[in-house]
C-alpha cells in the first residue's frame, strides 16, 4: 500500500516561503495523481494544487497562483509544493494526498485514496 508523509510546515512571517514535502513509500509517484490539501479551523477542506506525474500536468487554486508551485524529484520519490509570498489565510494544516493515475482530465476528478498526516503551516501578520 503507498504511504505518504509530508514534511516542511512551520511558522513563517507574511510574505515568507516555505517548501512542503510529500514523500511516498514502496511505490513511483510516477503511477499516482498527487494533490495538495489544506484545511484551516472550521473551513472547508480546499485543494491547493495537484499533478499528474504520468500526464506531467498540473492544476492549481485561483487563491494560490503566481504564489505556489508543485513539482517532482524523481530521485527522491518526492512532490513538493514551494510556497512563496505567504500570507496569514494560507495558514493551515496541509496534507499530501495520491490516487492512481487513471487518466483523469482534471487531477481534481478523482477521490484521493492515500493521505498523509499533514503538515502545519501558521503566517503571521
Partial sequence: QLQVVESGGGLVQLGGSLRLSCTA????????????????????????????????????????KGRFTIFRDNSKNTVYLQMTNLRPEDTAVYYCAATLDARWPSCWDPQYDYWGQGTQVTVSS
Fill in 25 to 64: 513509500s514502496r511505490f513511483s509517484l510516477d503511477a499516482y495523481m498527487i494533490a495538495w490539501w489544506r484545511q484551516a479551523p472550521g473551513t472547508e477542506r480546499l485543494g491547493v494544487s495537484c499533478m499528474s506525474t504520468r500526464a506531467n500536468t498540473t492544476d492549481y487554486a485561483d487563491s494560490v
